[in-house]
């Protein structure tokens, strides 16, 4: 069994009458990308933030190690990464001191944030709040990023990204994924990635 590692088993979730997800299964492993696609409103983002911890499943089963060590609710929570197209960040605070911020809560050295933005290519002393959408989505990676998590949960990862952007993110992931990384990627259409197992359709 792989160190490194996420397996969910009959995932079900509602939202009042509305069945958003009805009993979904997938695995994936050290060194592999799962893909979920699906159209619009057909749960992509729900089953990542049940993936996540920030949404409990209405049923189903979520198993989570990272270096062969379970890992339940809160702790799943602070250990994966998160891309998301609604992360938002303290608007005023510049980019630097966003991620200065979480740097200190979760005790990672300075840095660590400091070599994040050079590899986004983000200006530190720019203001959350004066970013561009293209600019969020460097700055969102980078977050994801910060702890070094073995689990990477990207929805829609490269929206908005110009060229130079997205080659950047797939860099990123190639080596989260090197390093025995993982992860779940979720997208209307079927993306070209690294170690890619067959998708989840969530249009079936």
């Given at each position: 069994m792989s160190a490194n590692r996420i397996e969910f088993r009959g995932l079900s979730r509602r939202f009042g009458r509305l069945a958003v997800l009805a009993r979904v299964d997938g695995c994936v492993a050290s060194g592999e990308v799962l893909p979920v696609r699906g159209r619009n409103g057909s749960g992509k983002s729900t089953l990542l933030r049940c993936l996540a911890g920030l949404l409990a499943p209405d049923a189903g089963e979520i198993v989570a190690a990272e270096e062969g060590r379970a890992l339940e609710g809160e702790e799943r929570r602070r250990r994966i990464g998160y891309v998301?197209?609604?992360?938002?960040?303290?608007?005023?605070?510049?980019?630097?001191?966003?991620?200065?911020?979480?740097?200190?809560?979760?005790?990672?050295?300075?840095?660590?944030?400091?070599?994040?933005?050079?590899?986004?290519?983000?200006?530190?002393?720019?203001?959350?709040?004066?970013?561009?959408?293209?600019?969020?989505?460097?700055?969102?990676?980078?977050?994801?990023?910060?702890?070094?998590?073995?689990?990477?949960?990207?929805?829609?990862?490269?929206?908005?990204?110009?060229?130079?952007?997205?080659?950047?993110?797939?860099?990123?992931?190639?080596?989260?994924?090197?390093?025995?990384?993982?992860?779940?990627?979720?997208?209307?259409?079927?993306?070209?990635?690294?170690?890619?197992?067959d998708a989840i359709d969530l249009d079936r």
């Open positions: 998301a197209p609604d992360l938002a960040f303290y608007e005023e605070l510049t980019v630097g001191e966003n991620l200065g911020f979480f740097s200190h809560l979760r005790g990672i050295p300075p840095a660590v944030a400091t070599e994040l933005l050079a590899r986004v290519d983000l200006p530190a002393e720019r203001r959350a709040g004066a970013l561009s959408s293209g600019m969020r989505q460097r700055l969102r990676w980078a977050f994801a990023l910060l702890h070094r998590p073995r689990l990477l949960l990207l929805d829609e990862p490269f929206q908005n990204l110009d060229g130079p952007g997205e080659q950047t993110a797939r860099a990123l992931l190639a080596e989260h994924l090197a390093g025995g990384g993982l992860a779940v990627v979720a997208s209307p259409v079927l993306l070209s990635l690294p170690a890619t197992l």
